[in-house]
């Protein structure tokens, strides 16, 4: 049988508070499992959460060219 996580111990794995994973998990709709008023993650809950919350690494700034409008007034 897996083994279910609580919402305490799902902060403390993603290091948020507890206040803060119970915000994310209704704005965003995290998939878990509610038994009475108790809450539960499964594994497979845990990697459909991170799956949500990965983000693209930013695309690289560019320099900026110098000159241009210069050579531009030149013209």
């Avoid at 965003?28 to 959460?49: D, K």
Wanted: glycine share 4%.
């Amino acid at each position: 049988m897996e083994q279910l996580i609580t919402i305490g111990e799902l902060a403390e794995l993603f290091q948020i508070s507890r206040s803060t994973a119970y915000r994310l998990k209704k704005s965003q709709a995290w998939p878990h499992h509610r038994f009475g008023t108790e809450i539960r993650f499964s594994p497979e809950n845990v990697e459909a959460i991170k799956a949500l919350n990965a983000q693209t690494p930013p695309e690289p700034r560019r320099a900026p060219r110098v000159g241009t409008r210069a050579q531009r007034r030149k013209q």
